[in-house]
DNA sequence: CTCCCGATAT
DNA sequence: ATATCAGGAG
């Protein structure tokens, strides 16, 4: 496990490499966040990006999605994976809205996470990037990036993971910080090509010189 | 825990 | 061919 000076070094140099990251799902309302959110699921942010335009285009608001057939709406998102359970999820998810928070995407997240196809990770990345509330989303990038630094440990479950994280970074930078972690696994620290050889951390990283050995490069 | 699932990288 | 992708529901 990384010492408290060891963790500010890594902040400082994923800030270094990553100043500007932030959410690449595109949308222009918390609406349209929370759909792309739940429709990211085990699928690329690229592939939803494709599929946004003409969805936000034919879809603008929670009613247009109820009062669409189901398979219609299936077929509009069938490029991405999951589609007929997503599908299904942002039908609830929009009549709930209506019957319950007057149409829009509430704020609260302990609200969020009330709503179908929305678990903890995507009413943090909603209440962050779309209502600029601090939180710290757990995605498969984050978590495999904190485990291989040592950031926690390999063991801990998701949730594990958030809160070590929201203790051992200062509330302010979160958000950023998420986003750079995010872009350090989705660039760099990568699931199955992990640039080690020209990792800035690889001398605190012990799951990195565990591979670098492995290949004989070490 | 399993299932959902097409697109893309390796 | 197989692993992985901004996970969540049952």
């Not at 500010?8 to 949308?27: D, K, N, S």
């Not at 077929?75 to 809205?97: E, P, T, V, Y």
């Not at 989303?137 to 390999?154: F, M, N, P, Q």
Request: proline share 5%; aromatic share 6%; charged share 30%.
């Amino acid at each position: 496990m990384l010492n408290k000076k060891e963790i500010e070094y890594v902040l400082l140099t994923i800030g270094e490499m990553f100043p500007e990251a932030e959410c690449e799902l595109t949308h222009s309302n918390p609406f349209e966040l929370t759909i792309a959110v739940v429709l990211s699921a085990q699928a690329t942010d690229a592939l939803v990006n494709k599929v946004t335009p003409n969805l936000f285009t034919k879809y603008k608001s929670p009613e247009d999605y109820i009062h669409v057939p189901l398979e219609e709406l299936e077929n509009d998102i069938k490029r991405i994976g999951l589609f007929r359970s997503k599908a299904k999820n942002i039908k609830k998810l929009c009549q709930s809205l209506v019957e319950e928070y007057g149409g829009e995407i509430p704020q609260d997240k302990s609200e969020l996470v009330k709503l179908a196809g929305v678990g903890r990770k995507t009413a943090n990345v909603v209440a962050s990037v779309a209502f600029g509330e601090p939180a710290i989303a757990v995605d498969t990038h984050v978590e495999r990036v904190s485990k291989r630094l040592g950031i926690c440990r390999w063991k801990d479950t998701v949730l594990e993971v958030e809160k070590t994280l929201m203790r051992k970074i200062p509330m302010e930078e979160w958000s950023i910080t998420h986003h750079r972690l995010i872009f350090f696994g989705r660039y760099h620290c990568k699931a199955q090509s992990p640039q080690c050889p020209q990792c800035p951390l690889l001398e605190l990283c012990r799951e990195g010189k565990k591979r670098m050995k492995r290949r004989g490069l070490l």
